[in-house]
């Protein structure tokens, strides 16, 4: 199994460009996240999904929108870059509401000029 | 809203100190309680979880944290650590049966060889 993964890797896009972060898992998993992770404010979530066509609000949802095209995958869009958008973005995912933990993909590393 | 907080943000040790990372949360419910660790460039791996029984949980090289439920603290020991730990702890929690982790802002441990 691959586990999460994420493209790009790297991404360097000017303000106002737009473009989507992929993530995929191959665990079957119901439950997908997108974070961002910034210097000394850990890592917080942008939105999630319970499970296929469902998506929720994190704690900073603002500038992004997702899209959970089925159990694989789920991608998140940067409709008009800004500079406060520069972060690492980490896609995760989890088997159900049970007890179980989140599984990281390798993040991908974003700056806006 | 749940909070994490972690006591310090930047830990120096020579090796073979002993170490203890502090993590405080918030939710006064019943609660499931992770470390993960992020060291350089890497995405983030489960060290240790609780979810019920034996407060003190053991992980993976040697970690092991202690659940006091009165305190609401999940602190994170290590009896000797090695430049390999030299990483990023991030402390989370989740509510039972909730499907979102809520992280701390990290502790970044810097092991002096």
């Known amino acids: 199994n691959a586990g999460v993964t994420q493209t790009p890797k790297f991404q360097v896009l000017k303000t106002g460009q737009s473009m989507t972060l992929q993530c995929a898992q191959d665990?079957?998993?119901?439950?997908m996240y997108w974070y961002r992770q910034d210097p000394g404010m850990g890592l917080r979530l942008i939105y999630y999904s319970a499970s296929e066509g469902t998506t929720d609000k994190g704690e900073v949802p603002n500038g992004y929108n997702v899209s959970r095209l089925n159990k694989r995958e789920f991608s998140l869009r940067l409709e008009s870059a800004a500079p406060s958008q520069t972060s690492v973005y980490f896609c995760?995912?989890?088997?159900?509401?049970?007890?179980?933990?989140?599984?990281f993909g390798p993040g991908t590393r974003l700056t806006v000029l | 809203a749940q909070s994490v907080s972690q006591h310090n943000h930047h830990v120096i040790l020579s090796e073979a100190a002993s170490l203890e990372l502090g993590c405080n949360y918030s939710y006064g419910g019943t609660v499931n309680l992770f470390w993960y660790v992020q060291y350089p460039g890497q995405h983030l791996q489960l060290l240790l979880k609780y979810f019920s029984g034996d407060p003190l949980v053991k992980g993976i090289k040697g970690f092991e944290a202690e659940f006091i439920k009165s305190k609401f603290s999940f602190n994170l020991r290590k009896p000797s650590v090695q430049w390999s730990d030299t990483a990023e702890y991030f402390c989370a929690v989740i509510m039972e049966y909730g499907n979102k982790l809520v992280f701390g802002a990290g502790t970044i441990l810097r092991v002096k060889s």
């Open positions: 995760a995912s989890r088997p159900d509401r049970g007890l179980n933990e989140q599984f």
């Open positions: 665990m079957n998993h119901n439950s």
